[in-house]
């Protein structure tokens, strides 16, 4: 039977050596991830249905991709499991929109870590949210500063027992809630075929790649690239060459050569029609 491999997925995210449980440690893992392994969509925008088997999330993890959160968390709590932390999946839903309704949707996979040696604290513990926290945030209500954004965390009133993130006002959604319950990845098979292949769906309608630092988040969609923290700045890449160098020195994707020239087409025209509808 298939196995993670611990090893070669720490040397992917610059952590020399495993350590033992702890809370700083797991701030180590958490900061490393999402600095390094790329929230993107590159399979929706080819028309790909991925695979949620969290090995092969994991192999494209070290081949240089990454996924959303289904793919990214998933992977997350395979190795944090691996090295022996309390690691717990919940079935959650991110609210766009301050108008959309909020609930348990099926968009996303959160993550709790509990019973650190010392922290009486539990944690929430998200890798897949592409601008998201740098760090992971203790599950005390109230507002969380990191770096330049503050983050609030809750008790949900659509899940009773679960919790309620609320994102930094500049952020790419407004809330995110979920639920006491324990899930497995397999739970979010029917929503994630959804989300890759529904018109509807924002995935399908808009390349994105984001990534996450101490000083603030990047962001790719279509052809625009924004720098968000303290200030945030964009710079339109309608270069072919200078899109791709971004995609490789900002977010450290690796596109293979067959699929660079579909991947560019799309985020062109993408560019084309928001242009279209703004004039």
């Keep these: 039977m298939a196995q993670l491999d611990v090893p ?165 959604f407004h809330a995110m809630d979920f639920a006491a319950d324990t899930v497995t990845v397999d739970h979010f098979a029917e929503r994630h075929v959804h989300l890759s292949t529904s018109p509807e769906s924002g995935f399908v309608r808009t390349f994105c790649v984001e990534r996450t630092d101490a000083e603030g988040w990047d962001v790719l969609r279509a052809l625009t690239l924004s720098r968000i923290g303290e200030t945030t700045t964009k710079t339109v890449l309608d270069d072919r060459a200078d899109w791709f160098a971004a995609l490789a020195d900002v977010f450290g994707l690796v596109v293979a050569d067959e699929d660079r020239e579909p991947l560019w087409r799309k985020a062109v025209a993408q560019h084309e029609a928001r242009l279209a509808t703004a004039s």
Excluded at 8 to 32: I, K
Excluded at 75 to 88: D, P, S
Excluded at 142 to 160: I, K
């Design 8 to 172: 070669a997925l720490l040397r992917r995210l610059g952590v020399a050596d495993a350590e033992p449980p702890s809370a700083a440690a797991l701030a180590r893992l958490h900061r490393a991830f999402v600095e390094r392994v790329p929230y993107e969509t590159v399979e929706i925008q080819l028309g790909r249905v991925t695979s949620l088997d969290p090995l092969d999330s994991a192999a494209r993890v070290l081949a240089g991709r990454g996924g959303y959160c289904f793919h990214l968390n998933a992977v997350f709590a395979e190795l944090l499991g691996a090295l022996g932390y309390h690691v717990t999946r919940h079935p959650g839903g991110a609210q766009m929109t301050p108008a959309d309704a909020p609930g348990i949707h099926l968009n996303h996979l959160a993550l709790t870590v509990r019973d650190l040696p010392d922290s009486a604290d539990a944690w929430l513990v998200d890798v897949g949210l592409g601008d998201g926290p740098h760090a992971p945030l203790p599950l005390v209500e109230g507002s969380h500063r990191q770096g330049p954004f503050t983050f609030v965390l809750r008790p949900s009133e659509v899940a009773p027992g679960g919790w309620r993130f609320e994102h930094d006002a500049r952020g790419s």
